[in-house]
């Protein structure tokens, strides 16, 4: 607080220069810095900012407005689309990132893989074993039919030879 009021003196005679001297605005389109050399004049100009309450500072009455600066946007990082299918573990690693993250999605879907491979066989299994089943009940259909015909026709066969008998 001290400080504040020693500086005060000198803060009347820049008034007057600053009076004198034109406007500047207060924003700046830097488009031609680069990202990290802005971040880092931000960091420094923010260091020595004191951090006082509003209220306790006296207005000096300065106008000095700050300083804005925008930065150049970065550039977007290029999509990449890959398969696990057809791919060796050499080329899948050059494209992701060197992370845990990378390996665990390679093995859940080598894991998403296996299951959906042990389903098929699994369904294959199943449409052949209902395949024999329905060869086998249409056999089976098929002997009885056969099994009816020959009984009926032997029991047909005694009452056609008592009617043959009646008639002659």
């Known amino acids: 607080m001290v400080l504040g009021l020693a500086s005060f003196p000198e803060s009347l005679s820049s008034q007057s220069e600053t009076a004198t001297q034109p406007r500047r605005p207060s924003v700046k389109w830097d488009l031609g810095s680069d990202y990290r050399k802005g971040t880092e004049e931000t960091t420094a100009s923010g260091s020595n900012f004191r951090r006082e309450r509003l209220d306790s500072q006296p207005d000096l009455g300065l106008h000095v407005q700050p300083q804005i600066y925008f930065l150049r946007p970065r550039s977007p990082l290029p999509k990449l689309l890959f398969s696990l299918m057809n791919t060796n573990d050499a080329n899948v690693k050059k ?64 009452t056609q030879d008592y009617l043959d008998k009646e008639r002659v």
Do not use: G
Request: hydrophobic share 35%.
């Open 95 to 158: 494209l992701l990132p060197k992370s845990h993250l990378s390996r665990v999605i390679i093995r859940d879907n080598l894991n998403a893989q296996r299951i959906c491979e042990m389903e098929m066989k699994a369904s294959d299994k199943t449409k052949r074993k209902m395949s024999y089943l329905y060869d086998h009940l249409k056999k089976k259909f098929m002997m009885d039919q056969l099994r009816k015909m020959i009984r009926w026709r032997r029991d047909s066969q005694s």
